[in-house]
């Protein structure tokens, strides 16, 4: 199984992350949604709302938590330069 991370960021649509949230949900039972800054959280909440409510009306039970990781902002590898980023799992599974 591939789980797939998806980076939210401010500027992100919440509409077009809802959908991915939802597709990958379907097709992998699991994703990963991780977001850094206030701004790129609020747009995350909103698509996860989004997707769960579809997710419900569908038939779907799941289960959602999210946590703090360390994420490499930069490609360098030389020069990391990490931050604190929020990942939220969602995991659904066809009642």
């Known amino acids: 199984m591939d789980i797939q991370v998806l980076k939210v960021s401010k500027d992100s649509n919440i509409n077009a992350v809802a959908e991915a949230i939802i597709e990958r949900t379907v097709k992998c039972s699991i994703v ?3 977001c850094i800054g206030v701004k790129a959280t609020y747009v995350t909440v909103k698509s996860i709302i989004q997707a ?12 959602l938590r999210p946590y703090y990781i360390k994420v490499n902002t930069t490609e360098d590898e030389m020069q990391p330069v990490f931050k604190t980023a929020i990942r939220w799992t969602l995991i659904a599974k066809k009642k």
């Not at 769960?52 to 289960?63: A, H, P």
């Open 32 to 34: 990963h949604v991780d």
């Open 52 to 63: 769960t409510e579809f997710l419900v009306k569908n038939g779907y039970k799941f289960s």
